[in-house]
């Protein structure tokens, strides 16, 4: 009997312990993207740019997945950064560049400070492909300087606000301008100048040769009736002997 209870006891205990070890661990707990923001205490800004756009839902949802993918890298412009920009910039965005604007902020992998070193650029956005020229973002280290540059604005990367195996979000000392939509157009080339003597234009080389030119003959044509001149006064003079 004693070898009975002794038997059901070790059987319950490593039952239970196994049990324990095949049990699924709970899910982790992962901040949403507006709550990272919050926290930092400087992005008011970019979270309302993120709700208008609905952003922050998409970023939210790829973070509730088990296990992502790739991860997600942002960069997050401070509310000292968007005082940068000229009055009127945002508020003459339409909808579909201002959801542009944001997703050129947020590479669809996750990138490490290490990883920005051995970077391959341009980098790719969720604003779009990159091989177009319309959305290229290029990120360089130097030491422990990364900056970040457009085609349009060099940025900064101040330091690391969050971080973890799905998500990193570095603090950036500008808004991150995208060519597409703040890049200048090139100016057309000036019309010719048409000029008034039927279209002939001479090089300022031909025109000063032709300047000595016609001043050496009227010179030589000087000359020659200075002497037809003093011929004729000398035989007006000595013509009569």
């Not at 959305?135 to 940025?155: C, E, H, I, R, S």
């Not at 200048?184 to 000595?212: F, I």
């Amino acid at each position: 009997m004693r070898k009975l209870l002794a038997f059901s006891f070790l059987f319950f205990f490593f039952w239970d312990k196994t049990l324990a070890q095949i049990a699924p661990a709970p899910p982790i707990k992962v901040d949403n993207i507006t709550s990272i923001l919050e926290k930092g205490g400087q992005f008011t800004t970019f979270i309302k740019l993120l709700k208008a756009t609905q952003v922050a839902d998409q970023l939210n949802n790829q973070l509730s997945t088990p296990d992502p993918n790739d991860g997600l890298t942002v960069f997050a412009p401070s509310d000292s950064a968007f005082s940068g920009l000229k009055p009127g910039t945002l508020n003459s965005l339409s909808d579909k560049e201002k959801l542009q604007l944001v997703q050129f902020h947020i590479l669809p992998t996750l990138m490490s400070t290490s990883q920005f070193q051995t970077a391959s650029n341009p980098l790719r956005t969720q604003a779009g492909d990159v091989k177009g020229g319309k959305f290229p973002l290029n990120v360089t280290a130097d030491g422990n300087q990364v900056n970040v540059t457009t085609g349009v604005v060099n940025a900064t990367v101040e330091n690391s606000v969050f971080s973890d195996r799905r998500i990193a979000v570095y603090q950036v000392d500008k808004v991150l301008l995208p060519l597409e939509i703040f890049g200048t157009a090139p100016e057309p080339a000036p019309a010719p100048v048409v000029p008034e003597n039927g279209g002939l234009v001479s090089s300022p080389k031909a025109a000063v040769k032709g300047t000595d030119v016609a001043g050496a003959v009227s010179l030589k044509f000087h000359a020659l009736a200075m002497g037809f001149s003093s011929f004729a006064v000398f035989w007006a003079v000595f013509g009569g002997f």
